[in-house]
T-cell receptor
Framework: DAGVTQSPTHLIKTRGQQVTLRCSPK?????VSWYQQALGQGPQFIFQ???????QRGNFPDRFSGHQFPNYSSELNVNALLLGDSALYLC???????????FGSGTQLSVL | AQSVTQLGSHVSVSEGALVLLRCNYS??????LFWYVQYPNQGLQLLLK??????LVKGINGFEAEFKKSETSFHLTKPSAHMSDAAEYFC????????????FGPGTSLSVIP
């Protein structure tokens, strides 16, 4: 049983560019949450998707957007990249009815 | 709003010694509480969780935590540290109405000295 998979594992972009990160949830899960983890800090909640709609959102600007597909996989898009967007981006999947999150290994984004 | 504080960004213990990682939370509603572990270059793995019921919760790898409502604490302990316990530990909280919006603390890095 595959767990949560994220791609790519590493990514280097320059300021002003746009990036798309991808996540495939654990089999049977219907909810995907995205987190940003800056170096030396705890993960910060970006948003959560369920039934292809954004269900909850953290304190992140509109430059951060997402999408969930009918197969429950998800994308995180970040526009107009800033140096401060450099971080590990974590995807977590769950069942809407469960409090337990399963995390992927993350995508390390570096903005130069 | 919910929040989590973790006392000590870095803790060092000797192999075989007691591990104690501190966590305090703030929540206006009954919380769900979690401890996650993160090994280098990996995602987070759930160690244990408190939802309702027994306040002493046992998790994987010999870890346990006790929910103390009066102290708003959820400290993580392990009687005897192993070298393999060296990792980053995160305490987290969610509320019982939107429990999948999990708020994480800043983390504590645990080093185990041989």
């Amino acid at each position: 049983d595959a767990g949560v998979t994220q791609s790519p594992t590493h990514l280097i972009k320059t300021r002003g560019q746009q990036v798309t990160l991808r996540c495939s949830p654990k089999s049977g899960h219907d909810t995907v949450s995205w987190y940003q983890q800056a170096l030396g800090q705890g993960p910060q909640f970006i948003f959560q998707y369920y039934e292809e709609e954004e269900r909850q959102r953290g304190n992140f600007p509109d430059r951060f957007s997402g999408h969930q597909f009918p197969n429950y996989s998800s994308e995180l898009n970040v526009n107009a990249l800033l140096l401060g967007d450099s971080a590990l981006y974590l995807c977590a999947s769950s069942l809407l009815s469960s409090e337990k999150l399963f995390f992927g290994s993350g995508t390390q984004l570096s903005v130069l | 709003a919910q929040s989590v504080t973790q006392l000590g960004s870095h803790v060092s213990v000797s192999e075989g010694a007691l591990v104690l990682l501190r966590c305090n939370y703030s929540s206006s509603v009954p919380p769900y509480l979690f401890w996650y572990v993160q090994y280098p270059n990996q995602g987070l793995q759930l160690l244990l969780k408190y939802t309702t019921g027994a306040t002493l919760v046992k998790g994987i790898n010999g870890f346990e935590a006790e929910f103390k409502k009066s102290e708003t604490s959820f400290h993580l302990t392990k009687p005897s540290a192993h070298m393999s316990d060296a990792a980053e530990y995160f305490c987290a909280v969610s509320d019982q109405t939107s429990y999948d919006k999990v708020i994480f603390g800043p983390g504590t890095s645990l080093s185990v000295i041989p």
